[in-house]
């Protein structure tokens, strides 16, 4: 019976990946690409982690599957809450699977805590409720968690980087890379399985970090650590190594990314002052805790956790406050979260926001007029509606509008949050490090990578053709996708998906905390 092998190198870059096969640095993925295919692979807009490893496992676009981020906005509240797997609405390849009476096993995908009861194992991805290792929370069924313990996040925050912490986040980079190989390669020598998928994400947690290191030609750049990405690519490329031999005979292999990678220059882009500036959006006298300032600045990170769990309440509206504190609603349009990895704009739309300032009869006008105005600012490359990018039940989910932000020279800029001052302004070579309030050194690009062991007709992939593709060598029907097998013919049932979404249920408070104090650390949150 025929086997698919799933590999995800989160945020592997095709240039990276073009330029070290070619030199004879990645021989897995060029022995891939010699006697199967490579190709461009397609992300979603924006490229964010979590709406993208969705479409790759569900098939379909953001606006079917609902995720569109690590949060979402509460509905008749200026306040976000954080999402997980129960978030989403589209049955994924496992689920498909395991009602065919296929077993599966699924390691480190992001989106799947908590983890779901299928025909197999399943070891949630780092948006567990866990600060930097595993408990039986996510593991399914959690009698396997011994086999498993080994399986780790990155037990370093990525918030506040500082002299020393790049060489500390490299070695560790490192052992996850080993710890993670020999768990997966125990699950596929010992357990049965038809569908095996594993994700690494050091290879996007090298490049936020050490892209100004490698790149010579960066705005950013600075000596030493020169060699840290090749070095984690190079190590990611013996995994796949490992993995493909262990996996056997008959095994159709596949290797993908969810997204590329690039460097960041000096440009730095406030877009609430934007916004203020051209009259959408008045600022209030911020309320924004000190205490979480402090505590954030001057707590042990192994104490952190304990500090917000003490502050039960202002800890859980933490982030909210971070995002909304000094925006003055009543006289506010419009407003953005101000992102990094998710530049976009929100309409404060009457009867849908507790205040909001635009009529509903004014919505399409307004927002068109204001991608226009947007397009002006030679920092924006485009300002698209949702209904442009997404199409689906729950395009209503996703931000008004989404941004793309001009390269500068082919350097991105980096999206900051900010209440008052300019709308762009330049780091001090001091900030060149990145981290709290400077943006990554390096930032996700909208095309990844996917290799095949098998030969393909097509040039160039999408993020929703990976599910179909396998379900179609498996010789699974399944629901219908929005993308296309690159193999053979994927067939399309009638017959509903036993994946009932179950009630979307977030954190419990405690958990909550942990999981926003994780995001933060890993540099997605202020």
């Not at 945020?11 to 640095?25: K, N, Q």
């Not at 295919?37 to 790759?56: G, I, N, Q």
């Not at 496992?57 to 200026?78: A, C, L, M, R, S």
Request: hydrophobic share 40%; charged share 25%.
């Amino acid at each position: 019976m025929a086997r698919f092998l799933l590999i995800g190198l989160d945020g592997a870059e095709p240039s990276l990946c073009e330029r070290w096969m070619d030199e004879g640095r990645l021989p897995a993925l060029a022995s891939l690409r010699g006697r199967g295919c490579y190709m461009p692979c397609r992300s979603v807009d924006p490229p964010v982690t979590f709406p993208a490893w969705c479409t790759c496992v569900t098939g379909v676009n953001p606006g079917k599957h609902g995720i569109f981020d690590f949060t979402e906005q509460v509905p008749g509240e200026y306040a976000i809450r954080f999402l997980n797997s129960t978030h989403r609405r589209a049955p994924a390849i496992w689920n498909v699977l395991s009602e065919a009476g296929r077993r599966v096993c699924v390691l480190g995908v992001p989106g799947t805590y908590p983890p779901e009861s299928i025909n197999g194992v399943m070891v949630s991805g780092f948006d567990s409720p866990v600060a930097t290792a595993i408990d039986r929370s996510f593991v399914y069924p959690p009698e396997l968690y011994d086999r498993v313990c080994a399986w780790r996040f990155a037990d370093f925050q990525e918030h506040d980087i500082s002299d020393g912490w790049h060489a500390m986040a490299l070695e560790r980079l490192r052992a996850k890379i080993e710890d993670k190989t020999n768990v997966a390669i125990n699950l596929l020598s010992s357990e049965p399985w038809d569908f095996f998928m594993v994700v690494f994400g050091e290879s996007d947690t090298v490049s936020h970090h050490f892209w100004l290191f490698h790149d010579a030609k960066s705005p950013r750049h600075r000596p030493g650590f020169e060699s840290a990405i090749g070095d984690v690519y190079e190590r990611l490329d013996r995994s796949v190594a490992r993995l493909i031999d262990a996996a056997g005979d008959d095994v159709t292999i596949g290797v993908c990314s969810d997204h590329g990678f690039g460097g960041s220059g000096t440009g730095v882009v406030h877009i609430n002052n934007w916004l203020a500036e051209h009259g959408h959006l008045a600022f209030a006298p911020a309320r924004e805790s000190v205490m979480k300032r402090a505590a954030l600045a001057f707590t042990p990170q192994r104490a952190r956790g304990a500090l917000f769990r003490a502050f039960r309440g202002l800890a859980t509206r933490a982030e909210s406050h971070s995002r909304f504190a000094g925006i003055d609603f009543s006289r506010t349009r419009a407003w953005s979260d101000e992102l990094n990895y998710f530049p976009c704009i929100r309409v404060n739309l009457e009867g849908r926001q507790p205040n909001g300032q635009v009529r509903r009869s004014e919505y399409d006008a307004f927002c068109d007029a204001l991608c226009a105005e947007l397009e002006t600012w030679d920092v924006v490359a485009r300002a698209r509606r949702r209904e442009e990018l997404y199409d689906g039940p729950y395009v209503d989910h996703a931000p008004d509008i989404v941004l793309e932000l001009a390269l500068e020279n082919g350097y991105s800029h980096s999206c900051v949050r900010s209440r008052g001052g300019p709308a762009f302004r330049r780091l001090r070579p001091e900030e060149y490090l990145g981290g709290k309030e400077r943006g990554m050194t390096g930032n996700h690009r909208s095309t990844g990578v996917l290799f095949l062991s098998k030969p393909s007709t097509c040039g160039a992939a999408c993020l929703q053709d990976i599910a179909p593709t396998a379900l179609a060598e498996l010789g699974v029907p399944g629901p219908r996708m929005d993308g296309t097998s690159l193999l053979g013919e994927y067939v399309e049932t009638d017959r509903a998906i036993a994946f009932a979404a179950p009630a979307a249920r977030g954190y419990a408070p405690e958990h909550e905390r942990q999981i926003e104090q994780r995001l933060r650390d890993l540099g997605y949150f202020e």
